[in-house]
């Protein structure tokens, strides 16, 4: 699923590590998602995936080294989450863009959601674990810890949207 989402610097080629599939959303479950998101975008400030395994908050662009515009309020939220997460368990997680501290990934659905469906903050979160599959005994300590980080990312949405607009 994650190659189904168009992208500058995928490829077309299906041998490619970064073959964006035969066309843009081709799978039902990407089609799902991008017409909700779609429908909903004027709501949507954050959007967050999970994946395993790393311990990497990630955040746009994956198919450059370019940065965005937004990159300071990206890189200030994600070390704040970042933050939040160590003081749980003491996991320590890595913040920046995934072409800048790990490879080039084309087609992630974070950058589809900040580059077009315009969501104000976007990461991919890559827990910790036991690589791809990680073993059960970590899974609440994992649940857990990153629930923190989604406190501070609806920390972010509260004094952005919420309180600005009871101002209003």
Known sequence: MLESFSAIGASDDPCSEIYAGPNAFSENETQALRDFVLANSNTIKVYLTLHSYGQYLLHPWGYTSDLPENEPVLRNVG??????????????????????????????????????????????????????????????????????????????????????????
Do not use: C, H
């Open 79 to 168: 070390e704040a989450a970042a933050k939040a997460l160590a003081a749980k368990f003491g996991t320590k997680y890595v913040v920046g863009s995934s072409t800048n501290i790990l490879y080039a990934a084309a087609g992630g659905s974070d950058d589809w959601m900040m580059g077009v469906a315009g969501a104000d903050l976007s990461y991919t979160m890559e827990l910790p674990g036991g690589r791809f599959d990680p073993p059960p005994s970590r899974i609440a300590s994992v649940g857990i810890e990153t629930f923190e980080a989604f406190k501070i990312f609806q920390q972010f949405v509260e004094e952005k949207y919420v309180k600005k607009s009871l101002l209003n």
